[in-house]
């Protein structure tokens, strides 16, 4: 066991790099396995655990610039490197580059030990030179040389595969691409979403503040935002008493979007892990009927487990494919159809996307779409609304799917009217919505309301 967040940090991306283990995952163990797993809001433990998070997270998003940077200034290609050496060679050089309250001085030598520390003592002088090498050329700019190519030079500036940095660059402008991958980097916020059936959110910011936590109130009605990190938040007591929900606001906004009523029969497609399901039970007011449909029970029980917590009753839940299920045809009131989808808007909170998707999934990926799509809005009564989301800001996963959609139907169109409030945010148009991360300052999401029948 160990409480120093290096070494800390040096297992989990061990686990990363040799095991393919999921980042929250890998990091999660490690703090487990030593002793950073516990502690209280304000001690040195905390910090630590917070100081591991950072290297872990950061390093992982920041893998392909580091890389370049191991590539310039040492003998061999950070690929070609001994897979300790090469993440040892990371932490230092994401200190040094990245983490402004961490003195140079201190980063080298506690890189160079820990190097000694994990059986590389006879080259920790290599750890040495590389560090104090780009530390001197650090004091004439930086050292980091980018290449030519417009795509590679963003791709390696800001730690992109080239596929992601080409898909924005033809869907938005160069500089928008530049301000979306640079937000990608910041480490991600936490929103809450307050649990409207058992308190106001002012109360429930006050509550929050009783325990020093501090918030900020979000134009979304129901979300408040963390000031900074405080740890495990499933830990508070206002947790566990169900005030509240850790859910991104632009994750908030699609069920705001959906505007459920008291006593509708509304089902959500793709339901689980079921934030956006309890959602719609709260705006319910708990009173109508919410069926929850996911492929996996494992997953369906997590819900449930929400919905206790949270005190909601009229959540029911269905293992089924809803590609494939047909037994509420022109039964449902409204339908929320938030797809499995590549993620491309959650690459700050989710960083081994970036590195674990691939173009050739995507395809794949929009055929399974516009398959729900199409079977799920078969359950919605004729004037009944329907709401698809995805979290990717991919034209292909979103207003391509909902165009060919509506070709192919009729009977819907896009729902233009009470979506008043979507003009607070960048990219509105006709009944739909694309959160743009760096103008709107949250999870990149796409949004269509559409109605069956006439508007």
């Known amino acids: 066991m160990s409480n120093n967040p290096r070494q800390v940090a040096f297992q989990a991306l061990e686990d990363i790099y040799q095991n393919h ?6 990091l999660d163990r490690a703090l487990k396995n030593n002793s950073l797993s516990r502690s209280g809001l304000h001690s040195k433990s905390f910090q630590n655990r917070a100081l591991v998070s950072e290297l872990v997270y950061g ?18 290609k950070a690929s070609q490197q001994p897979l300790k050496l090469r993440i040892i060679l990371q932490l230092g050089l994401y200190q040094i580059r990245y983490l402004d309250k961490i003195p140079a001085s201190a980063a080298v030598n506690t890189s160079v030990e820990l190097a000694k520390q994990n059986g ?12 104090r090498s780009y530390l001197r050329q650090s004091a004439d700019g930086d ?3 980018l290449p030519s190519d417009k795509i590679a030079y963003l791709g390696v500036k800001y730690s992109f595969p080239d596929w992601i940095v080409k898909l924005f660059i033809d869907q938005f402008s160069y500089q928008k691409t530049e301000a979306l991958l640079d937000w990608f980097n910041n480490t991600h916020h936490i929103d809450l979403r307050t649990n409207i059936i ?5 109360n429930l910011q006050n509550k929050l503040l009783e325990n020093n936590i501090k918030t900020f109130l979000l134009k979304e009605a129901q979300g408040l935002r963390l000031n900074k990190a405080v740890g495990n938040i499933g830990n508070l007591e206002e947790f566990k008493q169900g005030l509240f929900t850790i859910q991104d606001a632009s994750a908030q906004l699609v069920t705001h979007l959906l505007n459920p009523q008291a006593g509708e029969t509304i089902i959500d497609a793709c339901a689980a892990p079921g934030g956006k399901t309890t959602h719609i039970a709260e705006l319910m007011g708990d009173k109508g009927k919410v069926m929850a449909i996911d492929t996996y029970a494992k997953r369906l029980e997590k819900i449930k487990e929400n919905a206790t917590r949270l005190g909601l009753t009229c959540i029911e839940v269905k293992e089924g494919d809803s590609s494939e299920l047909t037994e509420w045809e022109n039964q449902a009131d409204r339908v929320l159809v938030d797809v499995p989808c590549s993620g491309l808007g959650t690459l ?5 996307i970036r590195w674990r998707k691939k173009p050739e999934e995507i395809e794949k990926l929009t055929r399974l779409q516009q398959k729900i799509l199409t079977n799920a809005s078969k359950w919605v009564k004729n004037g009944g609304i329907l709401v698809y989301a995805t979290c990717t800001l991919n034209q292909k996963e979103n207003e391509n799917i909902v165009t060919e959609f509506l070709a192919n139907h009729p009977q819907w169109q896009l729902d233009t009217k009470n979506n008043n409030f979507l003009d607070n945010y960048s990219l509105p148009s006709k009944g739909m919505i694309k959160i743009f991360p760096p103008d709107d300052n949250m999870d990149g999401f796409f949004i269509a309301k559409l109605i069956k029948g006439e508007v």
């Not at 700050?348 to 081994?352: A, F, G, I, M, Y």
């Open 59 to 76: 390093i992982v998003r920041r893998k392909r610039t580091l890389d370049s940077i191991i590539n310039q200034f040492a003998s061999k």
């Open 120 to 131: 590389l003592g006879k080259i920790s002088g290599v750890v040495n030179g590389i560090l």
């Open 348 to 352: 700050h909170t989710n960083p081994d």
């Open 21 to 26: 283990a999921y980042t929250d995952i890998a």
């Open 143 to 145: 050292p980091l040389i």
């Open 198 to 202: 058992k308190i106001n959110r002012e």
